[in-house]
């Protein structure tokens, strides 16, 4: 495998992994997006480079290697179906909560609410019913998008 | 007896395409449904009896030979893994037909529900790795949906984690196959056994442990096991049985097969204790933390693949035959717990310990029945826990490994504790009055169908048959486990079938 290649694998990688520390959902499909095609960017370049493989047109033992390549046609469709089904689920998350932030576990933090409250597990107030009038008092940033 | 192996995986494809067609009728898909399961029970007997005789069974799909042609292999440990998968399988789905809401109101259930059938059966019977990444995805896609059926806000939002965590892992494993690939040069895995013992021994352990932080994602290993008690528990019951039962399980059994085929003894023994010790530990004491029935049940799950995982550390015939006896035992167990969840969901009205209580005098048929399978996930002595928990905690102890020995008491005395926990909570307490909302309170007292206490009844006596039969099939896991440390009869099968280049 090039260095060029190595390269563009190692980027995707970097790319794709700080939108999926996004806490958009939008951004963590695109994240996804770009993590698998930086697997495939490798998966591509394990095999023997060459001439393309269709018998009759040279040696053989020219051609590249087929089998990465026919490797990576099923990757791409296996990525292709899960990222439409990640978008339907982005928009349904969106009709829902007019929101596509990917939420907090509540039991989560209904658990951690119960044993000595600390001043950083702030998120904990939204769970109490005086955190809900306090709420008023000051309303919480929203991070909504202005115009979809 | 080789026309037979690939039908566990055509079978289900075909009836769940079958069953979209069937859309407008719900009694066709169900027949549909449970007869492809059915044949699959059948089918998987008759593959385990022939394995038992002949040690490996092998295919190649097309007639192409060995190296090149699609391997389909059914070894003694696939063979018994695929037998309690398609029980569990059949079980649940009659559970999910029982129970209002989940299977009835989708018409995607059953074809979906057959899709992850054909994944889990693909999984176990492939003998070539990337077929093994096409068999996981098809069955996770499979629980994509079903783990959003119906699309409310808490089932999308638990979903999201699920299949992002999923994709994630599906990524790495894509890396992994490409540097296998790389360096072997072939994908189908006893053609890879012989070329990875050939590579530099640090080369070997980049690639197992690469292969082992994917499946851990999968099985739900210690750093990498958040997302599932977040994700599990707010799906339908027969869907969040399923997952216990079956998903984790197969993330184990390519842990199995990867590490026992591909890279024996490469990853040293302390790093996959540590490993183990800290699943054991940090999913009890999980469990012990929450107040909501499933939610208790899924890090116990988590719980449970530390032993697994302790087992196949030892790397002796005694802890891999204890890891096997142990794996059959949790998937038909897990599934158990999970279905008793729901007919307490059913009649209590909630899965919280906060709003149930007293169902002891109110559903003594619910009780009994939980009690049956807590006592056996505890590990109490006539039930099968007991056998499968001693047999690794032995196999263990002959390998003199003291430390993770107590590690795994002391979780097996948590796993008590908490599941006392559970009893008390739901069955003993005094009944708290239904506050909450209306339609929660509406739903109290209302006894489950016996389609949904049926299969419950099966598959917890069958958790305690399997008490009773730990000796035979203890001998069948330890034949099953002497073929996965000594593989040149595997390979020498695979490489040798015929076909036309």
């Known amino acids: 495998m090039s260095v060029l290649m190595a390269a563009t694998a190692a980027g995707l990688f970097a790319l794709g992994t700080y939108l999926l520390l996004q806490r958009k959902l939008s951004r963590v499909i695109i994240g996804l997006g770009l993590l698998s095609h930086g697997a495939n960017v490798l998966l591509v370049n394990s095999g023997r480079r060459g001439l393309p493989a269709i018998i009759g047109t040279a040696d053989p033992l020219e051609f590249a290697d087929p089998m990465p390549q026919a490797l990576v046609l099923t990757a791409i469709v296996i990525s292709f179906g899960t990222t439409a089904l990640l978008l339907a689920l982005a928009y349904r998350s969106w009709l829902l909560t007019e929101d596509d932030e990917v939420a907090d576990d509540i039991e989560d933090r209904l658990i951690a609410s119960t044993g000595y409250t600390d001043l950083e597990v702030s998120d904990v107030r939204l769970l109490s019913d005086e955190a809900e009038d306090s709420l008023d008092r000051q309303p919480r940033k929203s991070s909504r998008p202005e115009s979809i | 007896m080789r026309v037979l192996l690939p039908m566990p995986v055509l079978l289900p494809l075909i009836g769940a395409g079958a069953s979209i067609l069937v859309g407008r009728s719900r009694t066709l898909q169900r027949v549909i449904s449970l007869s492809v399961l059915t044949a699959m029970v059948g089918l998987s007997i008759a593959i385990i009896v022939a394995v038992d005789d002949d040690g490996v069974v092998s295919t190649q799909a097309g007639d192409w030979y060995a190296p090149v042609g699609i391997t389909l292999v059914a070894d003694r440990l696939s063979a018994i893994m695929l037998v309690a998968a398609t029980v569990a399988l059949l079980l649940v789905n009659l559970y999910a037909i029982g129970q209002p809401g989940a299977e009835r109101s989708h018409v995607g259930f059953q074809s979906v529900y057959l899709v992850l059938a054909a994944g889990v059966a693909a999984a176990f019977l492939t003998g070539d790795m990337f077929n093994l990444f096409v068999a996981i995805e098809m069955m996770l896609t499979a629980s994509y949906v079903l783990i959003t059926l119906g699309g409310t806000l808490e089932r999308v939002r638990s979903g999201m984690t699920y299949v992002v965590i999923s994709l994630v892992a599906s990524a790495l494993f894509l890396v992994a196959l490409a540097f296998l690939y790389a360096s072997t040069g072939t994908m189908n895995m006893a053609d890879m056994a012989g070329q990875v013992a050939q590579l530099p021994s640090g080369l070997q352990a980049a690639l197992a442990g690469l292969l082992l932080v994917v499946f851990g994602i999968k099985a739900g290993l210690f750093p990498l096991f958040f997302w599932l008690p977040d994700s599990y528990p707010t799906a339908p019951t027969p869907v969040t049985a399923i997952f216990a039962g079956l998903l984790t399980k197969v993330g184990m059994y390519a842990i199995i097969r990867t590490q026992t085929l591909l890279f024996p003894d490469v990853l040293p023994t302390w790093l996959l204790m540590t490993l183990a010790g800290l699943t054991m530990v940090v999913g009890v004491l999980g469990a012990i933390a929450q107040d909501d029935v499933k939610r208790i049940l899924s890090f116990l799950i988590i719980s449970s693949i530390g032993y697994m995982l302790m087992g196949l550390a030892l790397f002796t015939v005694a802890g891999i035959a204890a890891v096997i006896v142990y794996v059959v035992h ?135 048959v399997l008490g009773v039969l730990a000796g035979p099939l203890y001998r069948y896991a330890e034949r099953a486990a002497a073929d996965l440390l000594d593989p040149t009869h595997y390979t020498n099968v695979v490489l040798a079938e015929g076909g036309t280049p």
């Open chain 2, 330 to 464: 949790q998937i038909v167990l897990k599934t158990a717990l999970f279905l008793t969840g729901g007919l307490i969901q059913q009649t209590g009205g909630s899965t919280r310990l906060s709003q149930l209580g007293n169902m002891a005098t109110t559903a003594p048929m619910i009780a009994a029945l939980f009690f049956v399978a807590a006592s056996s996930l505890a590990g109490i002595p006539p039930m099968s826990g007991f056998a499968a928990k001693f047999a690794l905690l032995d196999s263990v102890a002959a390998e003199a490994q003291w430390w993770i020995l107590g590690v795994a008491v002391l979780t097996a005395l948590l796993t008590l504790f908490s599941v006392a926990k559970l009893w008390i909570g739901v069955f003993w307490a005094p009944a708290t009055e239904p506050t909450e909302n209306a339609d929660r309170a509406g739903t109290r007292g209302r006894r489950p169908p016996w389609m949904m206490v049926a299969p419950t009844i099966v598959l917890v006596s069958a958790s305690v």
